[in-house]
C-alpha cells in the first residue's frame, strides 16, 4: 500500500446508489455555483480580507454558526433517510451497507460537526463582549481553532463521494472498526477527521478558559460574571481534559489500523474494550461539554425575558462547578453490560444518578426566576421554556438506564436512542437556537422575524415528542438500535411510522428555521439600539453589530448583571455621566496562515486515509513550517488610533 | 498574553534559551523512555519505574519551560487547575486499571 505513487482502490469515487448518484452531481453543482458567484460579483479579495484571514471572534462566531446550520442540515438529512427506512417493515429504501453509513455519519456530524461548532460559535460571540475584553486571549490560535474544524468537517464529509463513508457507528469500536473487519478507507477519514477537529476543539478549550480567567474588564470578579461565562468556564476545563482521551484512543486505533500495531485486536495481547474504555473517558464528559453552555444560554435567557435577576447564582455556579467534575467520573454507564463486574458497575451507576443533583438544582432555578417574574414569551424563551419538560423526562429516563441491572435490559435498545435524543435535542439543540435567536441581533444586527420563529418552534417541538415518545416503547418491545429492517410481526409497525411521522415534522420546523433566516435577512428589524431585549449583561451595551474592537472603553464592572445596573443609574440621574478621553487600542493583526496550514493538514490527512505516506510527511512538513514561520513573526499586533476610534463611535451614534 | 510583539518587552532574549533548553532535555526524555524500552536493560518491573520517573520529569519539565508555571504573579488559578488536572489524571487511570481488571480484585 506505502508507495510513492498514489495507490488509488478501486472504489476510489463511491459509485453504485442513485442517492450518491444525487449527492454528488449536486457537490459539483453546489461547488461551480459558488466559484461563479465569487468570481462574477469580484468577491475573492473580500472573502480573503474580511473572512479567510480573521482573528476577529465575532466573525469568527459568524463563520461557526454557518458552518453548524449546514452540518445540522446533513445530519438532518441522514436522520430523514433512517426514519424513512424504518416506515414500514423491510422497506428497502436504503441498503443494510448504507444504512450502517448513515447512522454512523448521523452520529459523528451531529455531535462533533453540528453541536461542537454551534456551541463555540456561542462561546465565541459572548464570551468576550460579557466579559468585557475586546476579543479572546489568544485570537490568531481562535482561528487556527476554527480552521482545523472547517477542514476536518470538510475531511469528514468528502468521504460520502470518495472512498465511502465510515460504517462502525459513530463510537466506531473496534474490533468491527480495526482492519480485520473493515479494511476500507471510511474508518480512516472518522480516525483523522475526528483528530484534526479535536486539536482545534482543545485549543478553544484552553483559548476560553484563559480569556475568562485572565481578561475580565476591571471590576468584574468571578462572582460577578454572567452565567454564560462560567458554563463555557466548566465546557473549557472539560474539553481540556476529556479531549486527550479521545486523541489517544483514536491514535492508537490509527497505529493499529496504518501500521498493524495490536493495540485494539484480539491477537498478540491486544484489547478491544480498552478502546471502548477510552472513547467514554472522552464521551461521557463530552456530552457535558455540549450540555453546560446550552445551560448558560437558558439561565440567560429566562432571566432577561423574566425581568429578574437570576434566582440562586452562587448554586448555579457551584452546580456547574460540581457537574463539570462529577461528570468525569461517570463513563462506565456507556457500557455497564461489558461485565465490568458488580463493583465498578455500582460505582458508576450511583456516580450517574449522583449528577442529576446538582442538575435538578438549576431547573428549580430557572423555575423560581420564572415564578413572579414579567415573562415575555419571545422565540428564545419559548425554546428555554420548552426545554425544561423534556430535558426533565429525559433526566428520569437516564436514572432508569443509570440502574446498572435493568440496563442489561435497555442497553442499546431504542429506549436508549430517545432517552439521549431527549437529552441532546431538548437540552443542547433547544439551548443552541434559543443562543442563536438571543444573539442574532448582536451577530448580524437585525432581528430574526418572531412569527416565523414560533412556527419553526412549535413544528419543532412538537414534531420531537412524536418522534421520540414512540421510540420509548419501541425500546421496551425489543426494538435494537442500528437495525436497518424489521420482520412486520413484531408489533412495532404503527410506533415506527409514528416517529417516522415525527421526524418528517421536526424537518420542516428545520426549514422553517433556514426561511426565517432568508426572510429576515431582507426584512428583519434593524437593531439600532443594541439592546432589543433590554438585556442585563454587558454585550447589550454596545451596537449591534459591535465594532471591531469591541469596547471604546473598557467598562468597569460594579456588579452583576453589570449593563442592567448601569441602566437603572442613568434612569436615576440626570447628570452626564463622565467619559474617560480615549486611549490607542491594541489589536491583533489579520493571517492568513491559521487557514494555509488547516488546509495542509486536510491534504495530509486525506493522504493517510488513503495510506499515501509521502503526501502524509509532505504535510507534515507543511505544518511544521507553519508553525515555524508563526514562532518567528514578530509584526503581529497595532494601535487602532484615537481619531479611527472616535470615527467609528460616531458613525454608531456612539459619543 | 505571552505572544511576542514589537511593542511588549516581556519577551527577554533569555526566554529564547529557555525554550531550547527545555526543547532538547523534553526530547531527552523522550529518546531515553524509548531506548530504554529496546535496550532491555531492565528487569520489566524496574523498567515501569524508569519510565514512569521519565514521565514525572517531563510533566515538570513541560511545565517549568513552557507553560511558565513559575510567572504568575498570583499562582491561585494555577494550583487549582493543576490541583484538577492530578484528579482527573489519577481517576483515569485508576479507574481504567479498575474497570479493565473485570472484577477480578475481588470484591
Known amino acids: 500500500m506505502s508507495t510513492f505513487l498514489p495507490h488509488f482502490p478501486a472504489t476510489f469515487i463511491v459509485t453504485g446508489d442513485p442517492l450518491i ?3 454528488e452531481v449536486s457537490i459539483v453543482l453546489a461547488t461551480v455555483g459558488i466559484l461563479f458567484v465569487l468570481t462574477y460579483f469580484k468577491k475573492w479579495r473580500w472573502l480573503w480580507r474580511e473572512w479567510l484571514t480573521t482573528v476577529d471572534h465575532k466573525k469568527i462566531s459568524v463563520m461557526y454558526l454557518i458552518a453548524a446550520l449546514l452540518m445540522f442540515f446533513r445530519g438532518g438529512v441522514d436522520a430523514m433517510l433512517m426514519r424513512t427506512q424504518l416506515i414500514r417493515p423491510n422497506m428497502s429504501f436504503l441498503q443494510a451497507e448504507h444504512y450502517n453509513q448513515i447512522f454512523t455519519t448521523h452520529g459523528t456530524i451531529m455531535i462533533l460537526f453540528m453541536a461542537m461548532p454551534f456551541i463555540f460559535a456561542m462561546f465565541n460571540i459572548a464570551v468576550p463582549l460579557q466579559i468585557g475584553a475586546r476579543d479572546v486571549a489568544f485570537p490568531y490560535l481562535n482561528a487556527v481553532s476554527f480552521w482545523l474544524f472547517f477542514f476536518a468537517a470538510l475531511l469528514f464529509n468528502l468521504s460520502f463521494v470518495v472512498g465511502g463513508s465510515p460504517d462502525a457507528g459513530w463510537v466506531s469500536y473496534p474490533p468491527l472498526a480495526g482492519l480485520e473487519f473493515d479494511r476500507g478507507p471510511g474508518e480512516n477519514f472518522y480516525l483523522l477527521s475526528l483528530q484534526i477537529t479535536g486539536i482545534g476543539s482543545i485549543a478553544t478549550g484552553i483559548n476560553f478558559m484563559a480569556t475568562i480567567l485572565k481578561m475580565r474588564a476591571p471590576g468584574m470578579t468571578l462572582m460577578r460574571m454572567p452565567l454564560f461565562s462560567w458554563s463555557v468556564l466548566a465546557s473549557s476545563i472539560l474539553i481540556i481534559f476529556a479531549f486527550p482521551a479521545l486523541t489517544v484512543a483514536l491514535a492508537l486505533l490509527l497505529i493499529d489500523r496504518l501500521a498493524g500495531a495490536h493495540f485494539f485486536t484480539m491477537f498478540q495481547g491486544g484489547n478491544p474494550m480498552m478502546y471502548i474504555n477510552l472513547f467514554w473517558i472522552w464521551g461521557h464528559p463530552e456530552v457535558y461539554i455540549v450540555i453546560l453552555p446550552a445551560f448558560g444560554i437558558f439561565s440567560e435567557v429566562v432571566s432577561t425575558f423574566s425581568g429578574k435577576r437570576i434566582f440562586g447564582y452562587s448554586s448555579m455556579v457551584a452546580s456547574l462547578m460540581t457537574i463539570s467534575v462529577i461528570s468525569y467520573v461517570l463513563w462506565v454507564h456507556h457500557f455497564f453490560t461489558m461485565g465490568a463486574g458488580p463493583g465498578v458497575n455500582s460505582f458508576f451507576a450511583v456516580a450517574t444518578m449522583c449528577v442529576g443533583i446538582p442538575t435538578g438544582v438549576k431547573v428549580f432555578n430557572w423555575l423560581f426566576t420564572m415564578y413572579r417574574g414579567r415573562i415575555r414569551l419571545t422565540v428564545p424563551m419559548l425554546w428555554a421554556i ?44 433547544f439551548g443552541m437556537l434559543a443562543g442563536m435567536y438571543y444573539w442574532w441581533p448582536k451577530m448580524f444586527g437585525y432581528m430574526l422575524n418572531e412569527r416565523l420563529g414560533r412556527w419553526a418552534f412549535w413544528l419543532f417541538n412538537s414534531g420531537f415528542y412524536v418522534t421520540f415518545f414512540p421510540q420509548y416503547l419501541l425500546g421496551l418491545m425489543g426494538m435494537t438500535r442500528r437495525m436497518y429492517t424489521y420482520p412486520a410481526n413484531m408489533g412495532w409497525n404503527t410506533l415506527n411510522f409514528i416517529s417516522t411521522m415525527g421526524a418528517y415534522v421536526m424537518g420542516i420546523g428545520f426549514i422553517v428555521l433556514v426561511m426565517d433566516v432568508v426572510y429576515s435577512i431582507r426584512f428583519g428589524e434593524r437593531d439600532v439600539t443594541g439592546d432589543p431585549w433590554n438585556g442585563r449583561t454587558l454585550e447589550w451595551s454596545l451596537p449591534s453589530p459591535a465594532p471591531h474592537y469591541n469596547f471604546a472603553r473598557i467598562p468597569t464592572v460594579t456588579s452583576r448583571d453589570a449593563w442592567w445596573t448601569s441602566k437603572q443609574e442613568r434612569s436615576r440621574s440626570d447628570a452626564p455621566r463622565k467619559l474617560e478621553p480615549l486611549q490607542p487600542i491594541h489589536m491583533p493583526k489579520s493571517s492568513g496562515r491559521p487557514f494555509i496550514m488547516s ?53 454608531l451614534g456612539r459619543a | 498574553m505571552s505572544r511576542p510583539s514589537t511593542h511588549a518587552s516581556n519577551t527577554a532574549s533569555g526566554s529564547l534559551w529557555m525554550y531550547i533548553v527545555g526543547f532538547v532535555i523534553s526530547i531527552a ?51 487549582w487547575i493543576l490541583g484538577l488536572g492530578m484528579f482527573f489524571t489519577f481517576v483515569v487511570i485508576a479507574g481504567s486499571v479498575w474497570i479493565m481488571s473485570f472484577g477480578a480484585q475481588g470484591y
Open chain 1, 21 to 23: 448518484y444525487g449527492a
Open chain 1, 386 to 429: 420548552a426545554f425544561i419538560p423534556i430535558f426533565a423526562i429525559g433526566g428520569a429516563t437516564g436514572v432508569m438506564l443509570a440502574a446498572a441491572p435493568a440496563d442489561y435490559q435497555y442497553h442499546n435498545s431504542f429506549f436508549l436512542i430517545a432517552h439521549f435524543h431527549q437529552v441532546l435535542i431538548g437540552g443542547t439543540v
Open chain 1, 599 to 651: 488546509a495542509i493538514f486536510f491534504i495530509g490527512g486525506f493522504g493517510l486515509v488513503f495510506n499515501w505516506y509521502a503526501l502524509g510527511f509532505l504535510a507534515l512538513l507543511g505544518v511544521l513550517v507553519s508553525m515555524l514561520l508563526r514562532s518567528l513573526e514578530y509584526d503581529t499586533d497595532y494601535y487602532v488610533p484615537v481619531e479611527e476610534i472616535e470615527q467609528t463611535e460616531a458613525a
Open chain 2, 29 to 79: 526524555l523522550t529518546v531515553g523512555a524509548l531506548w530504554l524500552v529496546l535496550a532491555r536493560q531492565f528487569s520489566t518491573g524496574t523498567l515501569l519505574t524508569v519510565i514512569l520517573l521519565l514521565a514525572i520529569l517531563q510533566i515538570g519539565v513541560q511545565m517549568f519551560f513552557f507553560m511558565h508555571i513559575t510567572d504568575s504573579p498570583r499562582p491561585q488559578f494555577n494550583l
